[in-house]
């Protein structure tokens, strides 16, 4: 994995560009090019695009800037399981998940991440119990998390990660707002995250289009067993894909609004809104604390 280099640098900052089957891409970024997901279901992976900074058009998101600031607040969840036998294969099998994250805090060793409650437990279209849940950081690390706060309701959870004495230099949190944006004034979003199975990271950009009820969606993707069909989601013209969720959804100014929940459709998604409110509504509840 290549270094993440400062914002203020030219050097390139980009990791190694692999397609949606996890095959390194013939054609790797250059120094101001990302990997995008394209409004098109029928994509590989290794899409391309250049993006100039400062953008040409001063109301676009500058994306190759917002990259080389966010990234190392990124994370990308590798879980390890096995066919829990509900399915068409036999109970037992090793199986592996992807999904994305957010550094939302660190505390003495270590580092504290926000993902969707589905990432750390899988679906149960997936028929995949998760038994390990493994978070690789921007260093190319690969730590052992631990749940300690789930929250089914919202389809949020929070992981903890004892990343020792690299926590100072790899733990870097994500700035969030203290509340809900509002999406009549149609925010420019960009989110970064894993497509399942690519082990490599993609772009995504949209707006911020209206807030709904996530039963509004029910015949798309039934609410999750615990799941509150009555909640407000976000919904965005960002294309994500499977492996994105939990990924963290930002504005213009590097700040968190939510987390990927699900795709709607190659132009549009659902995210769930988080504020510092939700982080510290999540670190109220963890299972963890000492009694």
């Known amino acids: 994995m290549d270094q993440i280099n400062s914002p203020k640098t030219s050097a390139k900052i980009q990791e190694t560009a692999k397609d949606f089957f996890g ?85 003495g060793n270590s580092c504290l991440v926000i993902t969707d409650d589905h990432v750390t437990k899988g679906v149960p279209q997936q028929h995949v119990k998760v038994g390990e849940v493994g978070v690789v950081l921007a260093n190319g690390k690969k730590y052992l998390g ?19 004495a690299e926590t100072e230099t790899i733990c870097k949190p994500a700035k969030f707002h203290d509340t809900v944006i509002d999406p009549a004034q149609s925010p420019e979003l960009i989110t970064i995250g894993q497509p399942y199975t690519s082990d490599a990271i993609y772009t995504s950009t949209g707006t911020a289009s209206q807030i709904q009820k996530r039963g509004t969606f029910s015949n798309m993707i039934q609410p999750l067993p615990g799941e509150d069909a009555n909640r407000d989601v976000l919904v965005t013209s960002l294309s994500i894909r499977e492996g994105f969720s939990g990924g963290a959804v930002f504005d213009k100014t590097g700040t968190a609004v939510g987390v990927n929940d699900f795709q709607t459709s190659p132009m549009s998604s659902v995210s769930t809104p988080v504020t510092n409110e939700t982080v510290k509504d999540l670190l109220s509840r963890r299972n963890d604390k000492t009694p």
């Open 146 to 164: 631990s749940v300690i706060t789930s929250d089914p309701a919202r389809d949020l959870a929070l992981v903890k990660i004892d990343t020792g």
């Open 23 to 107: 095959k390194a891409c013939a054609i790797q970024p250059q120094e101001n090019e990302l990997p995008v997901i394209t409004r098109n279901f029928r994509s590989p992976g290794c899409d391309l695009q250049s993006y100039q900074s400062p953008p040409a058009n001063s109301g676009d998101i500058d994306a190759l800037q917002l990259y080389r600031e966010l990234r190392p607040s990124v994370a990308l969840f590798k879980m390890q399981g096995k066919s829990d036998g509900t399915g068409k294969e036999p109970a037992g099998i090793d199986k592996t998940r992807g999904g994305s994250g957010v550094i939302a805090g660190k505390e």
